[in-house]
T-cell receptor, first 113, second 110 residues
């Protein structure tokens, strides 16, 4: 069974430019998470989906961040415009249902210059 | 919200030594997971253990839910065990939100 797939693995952009990250969860997993991990810290939740519905987006900076999960499968996280402080690793995870075991992708390392 | 505290923050071991990592949490949980983040940043699942004891090779974990802590044991450590170990929980009153501790950074020297 394939794991959670994220792309790209690395991205370098100039500030004020847009950027998008893509995530394909494990087949059959209904819950999808996007996390942000700053250097030396634990991951922090940005948004959680149950199927197509964003059920927890309280930590998502909605002025510049947006996310979607079409048809309850793949998901895209977008930042527009990017700021220097957005440099971090963006992790996607999925689980079969909420509260069940979550599995993480390899992450996208974003550098904003 | 629920607080997750891991100790120690850093640990240096000689290859072959044993270690115990601790995770304390401030409220009842529906889910508790241990992860190993390798030097390339990948979070690898070690245990899904909201309660009880599990073992997988040289690693084992115990969660005492009533006392709100979990322990990860690493025996006969190897250099490949180096990295950051995270505990993550879902509070019983916040279904689905996986909250991470700050991690324990383990360095195993040859």
């Amino acid at each position: 069974e394939a794991g959670v797939v994220q792309s790209p693995r690395y991205k370098i952009i100039e500030k004020k430019q847009p950027v998008a990250f893509w995530c394909n969860p494990i087949s059959g997993h209904n819950t999808l998470y996007w996390y942000l991990q700053n250097l030396g810290q634990g991951p922090e939740l940005l948004i959680r989906y149950e199927n197509e519905e964003a059920v927890d987006d309280s930590q998502l900076p909605k002025d510049r961040f947006s996310a979607e999960r079409l048809k309850g499968v793949d998901s895209t996280l977008k930042i527009q415009p990017a700021e220097l402080g957005d440099s971090a690793v963006y992790l996607c995870a999925s689980s079969r249902w909420r509260d069940t075991e979550a599995f993480f992708g390899q992450g996208t390392r974003l550098t904003v210059v | 919200g629920i607080q997750v505290e891991q100790s120690p923050p850093d640990l240096i071991l000689q290859e072959g030594a044993n270690s115990t990592l601790r995770c304390n949490f401030s409220d009842s949980v529906n889910n508790l997971q241990w992860f190993h983040q390798n030097p390339w940043g990948q979070l690898i699942n070690l245990f899904y253990i909201p309660s009880g004891t599990k073992q997988n090779g040289r690693l084992s974990a115990t969660t005492v839910a009533t006392e709100r802590y979990s322990l990860l044991y690493i025996s006969s450590s190897q250099t490949t065990d180096s990295g950051v170990y995270f505990c993550a929980v879902v509070a019983a009153n916040q279904g689905g939100k996986l909250i991470f501790g700050q991690g324990t950074e383990l360095s195993v020297k040859p």
